[in-house]
């Protein structure tokens, strides 16, 4: 009986200073000091989202350079030691809604084949405050590889068109090829598996295709790059930003200075009404709201309407199809017409763009430079003029 007893007691005090030593791990993993920056989880489980606890006390003076949103400092130095983020977005119907498009700071958009839109959101200011969702991601094409360059981003993407070995494929329209010649920094889905990228056959209320189920997520794809040495500095400490030009910001107009133009509808393809874009102007909040075939179009993690703060309309050159894939090709280097919609106002400009890794610039009709205002940008892609009314 006394072997049992000196056994239970031993045992006890082993249980409990092993429960204690896991209660002070837990604790000083979690009971930080100010300013109450959370660490986030990294190859999380496809339900949970990751996110960073920040002091709303602290001023948000730190100026996003891609979209001149104010941050606060403790976002800011988690986001200057990763480079922007790049991932392809599709737009057919049966992908919609999607996730994540709210959070990019900047979102590109160009047809794709059967003169469907695709999207590329450029993610870098957002990052530290979630895990956030992708999806569903889609294949490469040559158009945003030019505009991937501009940021030296990181690429997320499924696929993409055309192999430097694939005789099927006009070799304009190689995405996969210039992407390895150009050694842009690759997170191709299919050299990840899960659970930074997966498909989710039940992310939508309704049964969709396999090609519209790929999700992945922004910290996971930030870890993977930080494993193959693309921080801020690339692998031979060159920063991302060394030769990145910073586009001019400015705060809201006051309500008064605030113009009537309160729409903006684009037509991508003549008989496409799916993807007839309208951007309607509010007012009091100063933003434009998005709708696409007629209804408001929403992201499907926080089920609010797509906004942006400026909407530019780049008309730019189409080429195709060029091949029996129906790639398409559109003018990305050189400079054309633009037009810009920002408080309630249009701008008739012009675009430019000098080399692959050259910034596009934007200039009013006096050949100023346009100052954005602070907030999300869209870039609308289409060849002419009398495709957009306003």
Known sequence: MKKISIFKILLGLALYFISSGISYAAFNLTNLSPPYITASLLNVSPSTKAKYKVDPSVPRDQVCPLNGVKYTKQESDIYDGRRP???????????????????ADIVYEAIAEGWITRWMGIFYCNTPMENIVFAPVRSARTYFVDWVSEYDALYNHVGGAGRCNDDTVDTRAKALCQIDRFGIKDLDQ????????YRNPD?????????????????????IAEKRDWTNVDDKDIPWDKNFHEWQFKDNPKADERGSTNSVKITFAKGYDSYITDWNYDRESNSYKRSTGGKIHLDLETKEPLTAKNIVIQLSKITGPVD??????????????????????????????KSRIGRTNYYDNL????????????????????????
């Open 85 to 103: 983020l790049a991932v392809m977005i599709e737009n057919s119907e049966d992908s919609r809604p999607q996730s994540g498009v709210s959070r």
């Open 190 to 197: 299919f050299s990840i598996g899960f659970p930074d990228c």
């Open 203 to 223: 992310r939508l209320d309704h049964p969709v295709a396999t090609e519209h189920t790929m999700v992945c997520f922004s910290e996971n794809l930030y870890k």
């Open 324 to 353: 029996d894939h129906a790639h398409i090709l559109y003018q990305t280097i050189g400079n054309g017409k633009a037009l810009i919609f920002q408080d309630g106002k249009a701008i008739v400009g012009t675009w430019s763009k």
């Open 367 to 390: 050949g100023k430079e346009i100052i954005f205002t602070r907030g999300a940008i869209w870039i609308e892609l289409v060849p002419g003029e009398d495709q957009v009314v306003y």
